[in-house]
């Protein structure tokens, strides 16, 4: 079995900073990219940042500049570091990886169950 787990969500004021964390574990033999999505209420999941095994990295234009995804491969963790938030950044950030455990023949998506993030004015 492969588990996501996302941590340090919560409520920040706007222009404030938040680095979200989430770990993989369980049988893993490899982890290609990494991803952060986002769903704010009513509206569609968005790609926020992916993160190759090479660690070549892309964001979504609304957060250029301002949020960074880095991983650490010892740990089987990716961060994403958000800093100068919006109200408009208010919503249930989602991790993705695409991973390859011990027991299946190739990679297979996995996501943790979401952290929320409020900005408030």
């Known amino acids: 079995q492969v588990q996501l787990v996302e941590s340090g969500g919560g409520l920040v004021q706007a222009g404030g900073s938040l680095r979200l964390s989430c770990a993989a574990s369980?049988?893993?033999?490899?982890?290609?990219?990494m991803r952060w999505y986002r769903q704010a209420p009513g509206k569609q999941r968005e790609l926020v940042a992916v993160?190759?095994?090479?660690?070549?990295?892309n964001y979504a234009d609304s957060v250029k500049a301002r949020f960074t995804i880095s991983r650490d491969n010892a740990k089987n963790t990716v961060y994403l570091q958000m800093n100068s938030l919006k109200p408009e950044d208010t919503a249930v950030y989602y991790c993705?990886?695409?991973?390859?455990?011990?027991?299946?023949?190739?990679?297979?998506?996995?996501w943790g169950p979401g952290t929320q993030v409020t900005v408030s004015l």
């Open positions: 369980g049988s893993i033999s490899s982890i290609n990219a």
């Open positions: 993705n990886a695409d991973i390859r455990s011990w027991y299946s023949g190739g990679s297979v998506p996995y």
């Open positions: 993160i190759t095994s090479s660690r070549i990295t």
